[in-house]
Structures are given as C-alpha cells and as structure tokens.
C-alpha cells in the first residue's frame, strides 16, 4: 500500500547528484550500463505489474552520490551493488567497488570536487 512520501524520502536523502551522462561506456565504447535504462518507470503503472514492484522499482531507479552521515557516503544505481566511501582518520575507504571498472570509475564522476579521491 502506498505510504504517503515516506519511502520516496528515504530513497532520495542525501542525494547529492549523478552523472550528466547517463551511458557509460568501456575502453571500446560498448555500452556497459544505461542510468536511465528504468526511466520508463515513472509512468503509469501496466495491468502486467504488480504495483508493489512498480513502487520498489521507482525507489530503486535512483542513482548517483548519497551523504549518508558525515563520514559516510554511498553510491547507489551504477551497478549491481552499491560502492560505499567513508573518509577515515588517514584516509579514504572505498567499500565494494562495484562489479567494472568502468561503473567503479563512473562512480567517482559525481563525487564533489572537494573529495581528494583518485579515480581510477
């Protein structure tokens, strides 16, 4: 059942941007994931699904950097898993990399100029 803006909330805290590209691309420029790929999911909900589905879906869809406290961030949608990043006493700690190369890197893309991360 629907929830009122409680579970949309949730998913969408801490956001703090994405990728202007959403097609990222290996060496060879083989498409190895499309961010907008469940775009379509915004609309109205097909007879064929289950609306339960639909509105995980939707929650799930976002992608791009999230502040989850104030050491801690975490990287959702670029792939499979999620990539978290907490800034340490003497240093940064990268939690799951992803399942690429190429979505780690594009991970990095939409961390703030500030963060003193190298990229891949």
Same mark, same amino acid.
């Given at each position: 059942p629907?929830? %009122? #803006? &409680?579970?949309q909330d949730f998913a969408t805290r801490g956001f703090l941007g994405t990728r202007e590209d959403p097609i990222? &691309? @290996? +060496? @060879? %420029?083989? /498409? /190895?994931r499309n961010l907008g790929a469940y775009d379509f999911v915004e609309g109205a /909900?097909?007879? #064929?699904? !289950?609306?339960?589905l639909w509105r995980h879906m939707r929650?799930?869809? !976002? !992608? %791009?950097?999230?502040?989850?406290t104030g050491n801690v961030w975490q990287v959702r949608g670029f792939?499979? +898993?999620k990539m978290m990043v907490i800034r340490g006493d003497t240093g940064w700690i990268l939690i799951d990399?992803? #399942?690429t190369k190429e979505t780690a890197g594009a991970a990095l893309d939409p961390m703030p100029s500030s963060f003193p991360i190298v990229t891949p």
């Open positions: 629907e929830d %009122g #803006t &409680r579970d990222i &691309r @290996n +060496a @060879n %420029g083989q /498409v /190895v /909900v097909p007879l #064929t699904v !289950h609306l339960s929650y799930l869809k !976002h !992608h %791009g950097l999230f502040q989850l792939d499979l +898993a990399r992803l #399942t």
